[in-house]
């Protein structure tokens, strides 16, 4: 039986967010059945590229070193509210490339010939961005080929308000997607409003490895000496270190009882400097540690006792179902798909967004309550087995390519 070969484009293979699920998901496939090509735009050798690369994933560097959004923005801009250009483009998908420049174009060609010469029965496109190049680029030249599109974050378009963009899903590139992957209610619902039908999504909750998160030894219910307490998050200002900073202060403050906070995550945003100023402010240098990116994951979650994460936006919280994996109570906040993730009150307590005093005083229930923070860490595992293993996930991304 001949494979059916799966063309996937991702914007990078970082270790956070899409690029671990597709690495977690593309290794599962059947390979009897499937054949799996990733093409990235920006190639960097990173350890999920390495777990691809060791399982024989081919990837292809597409090279996008020169991109930009401000580019085909401008090319769209004086030209959506005109009535006859929509139905121009339609008629005529391949007029579109004339209003773009070169570089738009080179892009749009490097895809082209990528596609041409793989020639894959399905394209599954895993970021918004590659979602533009791709789309624009099958629509006007591979209308067989079946397309998937995951959307596993909020539409960053709207949120850097590209009206254009929008104009450009709604009417030239979400009609020609066959199925579109959402990781969670909040994002079903998102793709809901922007009229794509109900039939066309396939909600599939990000599934971790159950056997890999799990507690080594159990956590101390009674034990004072020190609390340890761990973010894993990408130093950006939307996973609200800030509101953590000022929270963590308060509690210092409120206690007697020592407390560290870990900050794990990469930060490609240079942002680190600034967050180290804030903590030397607030006068909780002893207390805080931001450790950069940190691949023992699951190692530093066993270390610690309390997991936060007080995202300003999130569509799931990939991060939050690892700590729950590793019976770890969880204080968030009640954004996006976290409430789908944490039951308040059940497997940890949930915080309205940038409110530090709420978060402080959530951090130091968890304190003043060992015994309810344990059977909190407890519920949690249980949660996370249940409703987020990876091979419940991996069986239901497989059935995406059964069209």
Request: hydrophobic letters at 45%; one cysteine or more.
């Amino acid at each position: 039986m001949k494979r059916k070969k799966i063309l996937f484009f991702i914007n990078d293979l970082g270790v956070s967010g899409g690029g671990w699920d597709l690495v977690k998901y593309c290794t599962r496939l059947d390979g009897n059945r499937f054949e799996a090509i990733v093409a990235v735009r920006g190639f960097s050798q990173t350890l999920p590229a390495e777990v691809l690369q060791e399982s024989g994933v081919k990837i292809i560097n597409l090279e996008f070193y020169d991109e930009s959004l401000d580019d085909i923005s401008q090319a769209l801009k004086a030209r959506v509210s005109q009535p006859s250009f929509l139905s121009e483009i339609q008629a005529e998908p391949e007029r579109i490339f004339t209003f773009f420049n070169a570089k738009i174009n080179n892009h749009c060609h490097k895809i082209n010939s990528t596609i041409q010469q793989f020639e894959p029965d399905y394209i599954h496109v895993f970021d918004m961005i590659s979602l533009i190049y791709v789309g624009i680029t099958i629509n006007c030249y591979h209308p067989e080929i079946k397309f998937i599109a995951s959307r596993i974050s909020e539409n960053s378009f709207k949120q850097l308000d590209y009206k254009e963009f929008d104009w450009l899903l709604q009417n030239f590139i979400h009609p020609r997607i066959d199925r579109y992957y959402s990781n969670s209610a909040f994002i079903t619902d998102q793709l809901l409003a922007e009229s794509i039908s109900p039939e066309r999504i396939h909600q599939i909750y990000n599934g971790i490895d159950t056997e890999v998160f799990k507690r080594r030894e159990a956590i101390a219910v009674e034990s004072r000496e020190e609390v340890i307490i761990t973010i894993v998050a990408n130093y950006v200002l939307s996973k609200g270190y800030l509101d953590l900073f000022q929270a963590i202060a308060l509690v210092v403050k409120a206690t007697t009882i020592p407390l560290k906070l870990l900050c794990a995550g990469r930060d490609s945003w240079g942002n680190s400097q600034d967050m180290n100023e804030v903590i030397l402010q607030l006068g909780i240098a002893e207390n805080v540690f931001l450790l950069g990116e940190v691949h023992a994951v699951p190692e530093l979650l066993n270390f610690s006792q309390i997991f936060v994460l007080p995202s300003h936006s999130e569509a799931l919280g990939n991060a939050i179902i690892e700590a729950m994996s590793c019976e770890l109570p969880v204080v968030a906040t009640a954004v996006g798909g976290i409430p789908e993730v944490v039951v308040m009150g059940v497997t940890g307590l949930l915080v309205p967004p940038k409110d530090p005093q709420q978060l402080a005083e959530a951090i130091l229930w968890l304190f003043d309550n060992p015994l309810r923070a344990r059977q909190m860490g407890l519920a949690g595992r249980i949660r996370a087995v249940q409703k987020f293993s990876l091979d419940r996930a991996a069986r239901e991304f497989q059935n995406l390519y059964e069209l």
